[in-house]
């Protein structure tokens, strides 16, 4: 799905978001197990499947602080959004954000959309123009990983500068035994650079 636009106020904002057009999707016992490394490599795997906050390790490849561009805040009502089915256990009327995670130097490391509440999100989200990990870094938070997938964008193509296809997942933060928000990440092919190969010779991963 490419963004289209609508004129508020003068400004463009985008009206939907940059989900993948699908070439591979993972079940949930790839998401416990794995992959092959033929498949994807180790480190991506790392990166991908891991519960860790990727804006902390993209901020350990890269040797920069991970900084935020928000480029959409919509109010989307009770809209599902054609978001993952699970951003129904997300209390609505809904926003939805979002953004590019770069470097300070201005390299664009992955693209993230994400759900919340409308009526809580400036409780979490005080400083919008910050990574959510970092807003939500005081919260006692479980990382429930849902999907991994593989797919094309021509929008991302464009806005990473680098041919796909690219590797992608959502998830959803829990709190307190409810559902915060859902996050749907693409991670850029330029992590090449750091991680290596995604999908590395048959003989390297055996």
Not at 91 to 106: H, I, K
Request: charged share 20%.
């Amino acid at each position: 799905m490419t963004a289209t636009l609508r004129l508020t106020d003068g400004v463009l904002l985008p009206t939907t978001w940059h989900s993948l057009d699908l070439i591979w999707e993972g079940s949930d016992r790839d998401i416990q197990q794995g992959l092959p490394h033929s498949q994807l490599a180790p480190p991506w795997q790392m990166l991908i499947l891991g519960d860790g906050s990727p804006t902390r390790h993209l901020q350990l490849l890269t040797g920069e602080p991970t900084e935020v561009d928000v480029i959409d805040m919509s109010a989307i009502g009770l809209a599902d959004d054609n978001a993952p089915k699970v951003v129904e256990m997300v209390p609505a009327p809904r926003l939805r954000r979002q953004v590019w995670l770069r470097t300070t130097s201005g390299q664009r490391l992955a693209y993230a959309t994400s759900w919340w509440e409308q009526s809580h999100v400036d409780e979490y989200l005080k400083n919008r123009s910050i990574p959510v990990w970092t807003s939500l870094a005081r919260l006692e938070l479980y990382r429930d990983l849902k999907g991994i997938y593989c797919g094309h964008s021509a929008a991302l193509e464009e806005a990473f500068g680098q041919p796909g296809p690219f590797w992608g997942r959502h998830y959803l933060f829990w709190h307190h035994g409810q559902p915060l928000t859902l996050i749907y990440e693409v991670f850029s092919p330029y992590l090449q650079k750091y991680l290596g190969s995604m999908q590395p010779d048959s003989t390297e991963s055996s």
